[in-house]
């Protein structure tokens, strides 16, 4: 048995003080938040506030110094090799808008945008954009049957010597299929082909090393680690970001401004134009180092053992069809059903204070290749519990009865 107290974690989550029957199993959409990143943003608020880098007086530093432990926080949450390597955006999205706009801007018409069908419309649209802008080519990776890379594909696809970015998440929204990231970005690399890795549904779970891994580019949003909305990071390797032009102009990103011309500061601040979103930044760096004191292998093996429940309990009752069958999974189910929509299964379930999601998960052409229109998908978090899962299972079989 591990050793992890999930009672006591739950404790930290205040939302479970309002709201105490619920159920929450839609931490794939976003995760609820603990006490110690609420009471950082407050803190920052109420001790700190001031605009950063420009400053002359305390306030100003104290909150330099906030934004900037919060980038160090970050950078050491992921073993970046330096501070410099993060990059403060709104989210995943952006991040991702970010690199298509910078690293996307110097490939030529005819480079090719490697992009897998599993992934999240947010690592699949700017690379359209960025293709009618510029005449880069977006090739689909496939996927096997069971939800993972079609690994075959991928060597045919980087056979091809115009091949310049991989597109890839670390573990999908949708079906929640773990990718081999350190392999994929091997054979990437024999081609020379930079890999970008959407870490949205991994930076959560998952130990996240962005050496080890050896991708080039590393994107997460705050919100799905326990943090605010608002922030997140694109991780960029430093001889990239070395040569990547700005992408949107004015304060903060810019070394001297005059009509005759204007040069740039070194990144990170290169790219983050304007004001950014300090307290959000604090509250991401309070997420992060709230989750490194916890014991991560445990915290593991707990949502592992819940999603083990879940699975069997699925299994076992009649008329319920899960997608997605890859060996390795983040703990998130998605699931369809023979005689109901799951739009009204989640109704039912929402009378019972469950709360799930259904759609298709902002992932379109993974759901169309499955041939179905949409899922009910349940995603655990650390604060999950076994009656937790119990009730979902006990609520799907009634209801299924009912329905
Ligand atoms: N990629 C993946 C895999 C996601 O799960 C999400 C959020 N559902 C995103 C990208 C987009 O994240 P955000 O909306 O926070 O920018």
Redesign the pocket.
């Known amino acids: 048995m591990h050793m992890f107290d999930v009672a006591a974690i739950k404790q930290q989550f205040p939302i479970f003080d309002h709201h105490p029957d619920l159920v929450y199993l839609d931490n ?3 995760t609820q938040k603990p006490r110690a990143v609420l009471d950082a943003e407050r803190f920052y608020y109420e001790h700190h506030n001031a605009n950063v880098h420009r400053g002359a007086h305390r306030l100003a530093v104290a909150a330099t110094d906030a934004f900037e432990g919060a980038r160090a926080t970050v950078a050491r949450f992921i073993n970046a090799a330096t501070s410099d390597e993060i990059i403060f955006t ?7 808008n970010l690199i298509a706009n910078t690293f996307g801007e110097s490939l030529l018409a005819g480079d090719e945008i490697i992009v897998s069908t599993l ?5 699949i649209v700017p690379w359209q954009m960025l293709a009618q802008r510029t005449g880069v080519i977006v090739r689909q990776l496939n996927i096997t049957p069971d939800g993972e890379i079609d690994m075959e594909h991928l060597h045919e696809l980087l056979q091809s010597s115009r091949a310049r970015l991989l597109a890839i ?5 949708a079906i929640g299929s773990i990718q081999d990231i350190q392999s994929i970005c091997d054979l990437s690399h024999q081609k020379q082909c930079k890999v970008l890795v ?4 991994a930076i959560a779970h998952l130990p996240v090393d962005v050496q080890a891994l050896g991708c080039d580019f590393y ?3 705050g ?2 680690a326990y943090g605010p ?1 608002g922030i ?1 990071v694109a991780y960029i390797e430093q001889s990239l970001l070395r040569d990547l032009p700005p992408w949107q102009g004015g304060g903060e990103m810019i070394d001297v401004v005059s009509f005759a011309g204007t040069t740039y500061a070194a990144a990170p601040q290169r790219l983050e134009a304007g004001t950014p979103a300090i307290a959000q930044a604090v509250g991401l760096g309070a997420a992060l180092d709230w989750l490194a004191t916890l014991d991560r292998s445990a915290l593991l093996q707990h949502e592992t053992q819940l999603h083990h429940q879940l699975k069997q309990g699925l299994e076992s009752i009649e008329g319920i069809k899960i997608h997605g069958h890859a060996k390795n999974t983040v703990s998130l189910s998605s699931m369809t059903f023979a005689g109901a929509h799951p739009y009204d299964v989640a109704q039912f379930l929402d009378n019972k204070g469950i709360a799930v999601r259904v759609g298709h ?3 379109q052409p993974l759901i169309l290749t499955m041939g179905i229109q949409g899922t009910l998908r349940a995603s655990l978090a650390i604060y999950n519990t076994q009656h937790d899962v119990a009730l979902l299972l006990s609520t799907l079989a009634e209801t299924l009865d009912l329905l």
Do not use: L, P
């Open positions: 794939a959409a976003t709104r989210g995943t999205t952006e991040a991702i992934e999240h419309h947010a690592n998440s670390h573990a999908s929204n959407d870490g949205a549904q994107v997460f949003s919100h799905k909305t997140g998960h902002c992932a």
